[in-house]
């Protein structure tokens, strides 16, 4: 080889770093990696590695192995040979805490429970569970798992109705503020109304303590008259006596006529001396009212459930008179008024009955016609329907029943109702020459509205009987002998209908302060209880025996306690009962 290409050799291995090499020569081997436990190393201690924790994702020595089969938690791990960094998969992150023990991450799952654990959770509730694992362990393959599917799928779902219900309760909470400015109103107007019964009560004391006044002042004025003229006709012969001057006859004369004016002076003194100081005014306080109302501690009741009543026998009393002609006796309406005394319309003998809060007939007064209902129309006035004479009659109630004036109907009427200046009737279809229908008259008589259709030209009612108000005012629940019990607004929207076989030819119906009906079917022989939005509660009685042929029922409230006063066809007992 010349001496040129032995140059160029000797340079290309002094700039490469490497001999000239055989096919036969090998590479060197790169150094075995140093791995430290991991365990020992945050303690700053340098300990070689022999095993590896899959669960943990990091290499332990000898001593931590050991220690790692000590611990419940643990002891369950998976201890494999060790890996290089390269064969070392990245520890998933979890960051998720426990919602029991504080600070503590969950990394566990235990499969028996289908439970996400921390570590003080499987150490205290999942001590004997057989399969709990790390989560990354137990998370593999989760990404096409069905479960993934349906948790989407039903995540979905449940959404969805979580929102409709939000949705829901949304309208609850407008429907509830409503229902409270509602009851504020109702408050207020109650409030309105009971300042216009102390009024008028007022303006009745000051009528009365003004005549009672005039009277005596007028008696007073005339005695100071009479005392007047008396001393004015004494100072007259006085001065007469003293001017006459040798004239005997005249002197005799008016003697005389003083000796008499003196004894007529004397008898005025006698007379008005008897009563002297005995014209007082005075007066006693009817401490009825004050003491209803130191009695009470609200305006009314609120409730949020329906009670469900029950009832108790309380006695039966009998409503005949002693004028009452004949043993029949149809006493198809009634109302209790506000002091407690209740009022009851007797068909048979054309008469309206008071009955004591003892329930004893106290007074009666007898009408131009047979009635069928009877309402309050206001705090000492009822309004009967009169079904014959198709009208309606008005009957004072303060002291002694009284009727006073009447409002032509010109069809027949049955059951009847006040409410803010209006009369609803109820007229009766059928056999009869009108269409079933409630009419709506002012308290002048001019008839304001009908309500007989619904939106789809149906007849609401067939034949309807009783009404009764709902406490907030804003319902009429109306019994009909062919469908049942119909709710309708007081402009005649439908709102329910409860139409049973059980309950056959309903008549009196009645409410409560919270809104619970109670309604009496005359030939099922029973009274049935309905919430406000018209749906069966319960039957509270049923006995043909005991209730045959219902035909008007009276809440009464007293205090704590409630009662329901029946009325019977062609009885003249009426039964109360206690309800619970």
Do not use: W
Not at 64 to 74: L, R, S
Not at 244 to 269: D, H, R
Not at 306 to 320: D, R
Not at 445 to 464: A, H, L, Q, T, Y
């Amino acid at each position: 080889m010349s001496s040129r290409h032995r140059k160029s050799k000797d340079k290309v291995e002094k700039d490469t770093g490497y001999g000239s090499f055989t096919g036969s020569e090998r590479e060197p081997s790169p150094e075995p990696e140093e791995i430290r436990c991991a365990p020992c190393s945050r303690e700053n201690r340098k300990v070689d590695a022999t095993k590896f924790c899959e669960d943990c994702n990091e290499h332990l020595c000898e001593k931590c192995v050991h220690d790692h089969q000590k611990f419940i938690v643990t002891k369950i791990h998976k201890i494999t040979g060790k890996r290089t960094t390269k064969q070392t998969a990245a520890r998933p992150k979890l960051s998720d805490k426990c919602t029991h023990h504080e600070g503590k991450v969950l990394e566990l799952f235990c499969t028996d429970h289908d439970e996400l654990c921390c570590s003080v959770c499987v150490a205290v509730s999942h001590r004997s569970c057989a399969d709990v694992v790390y989560i990354p362990q137990a998370a593999v393959g989760v990404e096409s798992s069905l479960e993934l599917l349906e948790v989407k799928q039903k995540l979905q779902k449940v959404k969805d109705e979580v929102d409709t219900l939000r949705s829901h309760r949304e309208e609850n909470q407008q429907i509830v503020q409503q229902q409270k400015e509602e009851i504020i109103n109702a408050i207020l107007d109650m409030r309105i109304r009971v300042t216009d019964i102390l009024d008028n009560l007022e303006r009745n004391a000051r009528h009365d303590l003004q005549t009672r006044y005039e009277d005596v002042i007028t008696k007073i004025d005339t005695d100071v008259k009479t005392c007047d003229d008396v001393s004015s006709t004494l100072r007259e012969h006085t001065m007469k006596i003293e001017t006459i001057v040798n004239n005997e006859p005249e002197l005799f004369v008016t003697v005389k006529k003083a000796k008499k004016s003196m004894a007529e002076g004397e008898t005025v003194i006698e007379n008005i001396t008897k009563n002297l100081g005995k014209e007082r005014l005075m007066f006693m306080g009817d401490r009825t009212l004050e003491n209803l109302l130191n009695g009470m501690t609200s305006l009314g009741e609120f409730g949020d459930d329906t009670h469900v009543y029950t009832a108790q026998f309380e006695g039966e009393y009998n409503m005949s008179l002693s004028t009452d002609h004949g043993s029949s006796e149809d006493n198809t309406g009634s109302v209790c008024l506000p002091d407690g005394k209740v009022i009851l319309t007797n068909t048979h003998h054309k008469r309206l009955k008071m009955l004591s809060p003892a329930f004893k007939v106290i007074d009666h007064v007898d009408l131009p016609g047979k009635p069928y209902d009877v309402c309050l129309a206001g705090p000492n006035e009822v309004v009967v329907s009169l079904r014959e004479e198709k009208c309606l009659q008005f009957v004072t109630t303060d002291k002694k029943l009284k009727t006073t004036r009447a409002i032509k109907i010109g069809v027949a009427c049955y059951g009847v109702l006040c409410l803010n200046g209006e009369i609803f009737v109820a007229c009766v279809g059928g056999q009869y020459e009108n269409r079933p229908q409630l009419r709506v008259y002012n308290m002048s008589g001019r008839m304001v509205r009908v309500i007989e259709k619904g939106p789809d030209g149906n007849m609401i009612f067939s034949s309807p009987r009783n009404i009764a108000l709902s406490p907030d005012g804003t319902m009429l629940h109306v019994t009909d002998r062919e469908y049942g019990v119909v709710t309708v607004g007081l402009y005649g929207q439908i709102l329910s209908v409860y139409k049973n076989p059980e309950l056959d030819s309903p008549r009196g119906i009645c409410v409560d302060p919270n809104g619970n009906i109670l309604a009496c079917g005359q030939n099922s022989h029973n009274v049935i209880q309905l919430n406000a939005a018209g749906e069966k509660v319960g039957v509270l009685m049923k006995d043909k025996d005991s209730l045959h042929r219902p035909q008007s029922l009276c809440y009464i409230h007293r205090g704590p306690r409630s009662f329901l006063l029946i009325t019977f066809l062609k009885s003249k007992f009426v039964k109360v009962y206690a309800l619970g």
